[in-house]
């Protein structure tokens, strides 16, 4: 007679229960993952769709609030345009254009002594350009202007992420791209005079159209970039990898952009600053190394409170 025991049925039951309740576990994990995948991407595109549906929106409230004056946002990042009101007279009239021009032609001459200056160092004789750093910054910003990355509907496929992720490398080279941050890196103490003057060229644009000079920043070039920055996947990714006083700066001058292009009623995508703007503030609050912090954060607190009123809260 054999001695084998018989498998027990109420053991053999719970074993098959307990694998069942593995088995539906793994399941629902399973579930669950791609459940928030798919959620993301649903969310990412609704969120597309808001800030698409809120063109209509900006195109009807953009107009400034009675009372304030067409230079706010000139003054807003440390400059002022001058403009001469409705009931000003002639005399009037061509003293402010006087100013524009005078500021049109300073700024012009502070980034020449920029360039002028870079020209003598000696890492920059060393690369050899031809014509200079005035000459060559103009040749990489036509690149870039001409080759703009990818701000509508970039979520919609992985390599559009990744190209626009790698836009600066795929339109100026490895060359060009070391030689940037070579420059940024050895003349990190001027970025935030430098970035002040560029603006300036791209707020007192249609006054300075009387000034010829071989940069043009035109708004709508700008209004890209700036959104790319402060809207897109790979632009947010590019801005991760530079250290924190340069990322907040060039946030900050992005804000000012969108900004600019609000009270221009040229934000064709309706993108909705009030994000940015105060996900920048946390940011530019906790950063250390810019020696103007207390003039960025006064001017966006500023712009935080326009939007409100305008908007209300988020």
């Not at 993301?40 to 769709?49: D, F, H, R, Y």
């Not at 020209?119 to 036509?142: A, S």
Request: proline letters at 4%; hydrophobic letters at 40%.
């Amino acid at each position: 007679m054999s001695t084998a025991k018989k498998p027990n049925p109420a053991k053999t039951v719970i074993i098959l229960i307990l694998l069942a309740l593995a088995a539906a576990a793994a399941f629902l994990m399973f579930n669950a993952d791609w459940g928030r995948e798919k959620q993301a991407a649903i969310s990412l595109e609704q969120e597309q769709q808001k800030l698409r549906e809120k063109v209509d929106i900006l195109e009807r409230d953009l107009a400034a609030p009675a009372g304030e004056e067409p230079g706010e946002t000139g003054e807003s990042a440390g400059m002022r345009v001058t403009e001469s009101g409705a009931g000003a007279d002639s005399q009037e009239a061509a003293a402010g254009k006087d100013i524009a021009l005078d500021t049109c032609q300073s700024t012009s001459a502070e980034i020449d002594d920029f360039f002028a200056r870079l020209d003598k160092e000696e890492y920059i004789v060393d690369l050899g350009l031809p014509g200079g750093t005035k000459v060559y910054f103009t040749t990489v910003i036509n690149k870039l202007l001409a080759n703009k990355p990818n701000i509508t509907r970039e979520t919609d496929n992985l390599l559009s992420i990744l190209q626009n992720a790698a836009h600066f490398y795929r339109v100026l080279g490895e060359k060009d791209i070391f030689i940037l941050k070579k420059i940024m890196a050895l003349e990190k103490g001027q970025l935030e005079p430098v970035l002040a003057d560029f603006y300036s060229l791209i707020l007192h644009r249609e006054e300075c159209q009387r000034v010829p000079y071989p940069i043009q920043l035109p708004m709508e070039d700008m209004y890209s970039y700036a959104t790319f920055f402060l809207n897109t996947l790979g632009g947010q990714a590019y801005l991760f990898r530079r250290e924190p006083a340069f990322r907040t700066l060039v946030k900050y001058y992005c804000v000012l952009v969108m900004d600019l292009a609000n009270m221009k009623n040229a934000n064709p995508l309706g993108i909705d600053i009030r994000y940015p703007l105060n996900s920048l503030i946390e940011e530019m609050t906790a950063t250390s190394g810019l020696e103007n912090k207390d003039r960025y954060m006064d001017n966006l607190l500023q712009l935080q409170a326009k939007y409100a009123t305008l908007y209300g809260g988020n």
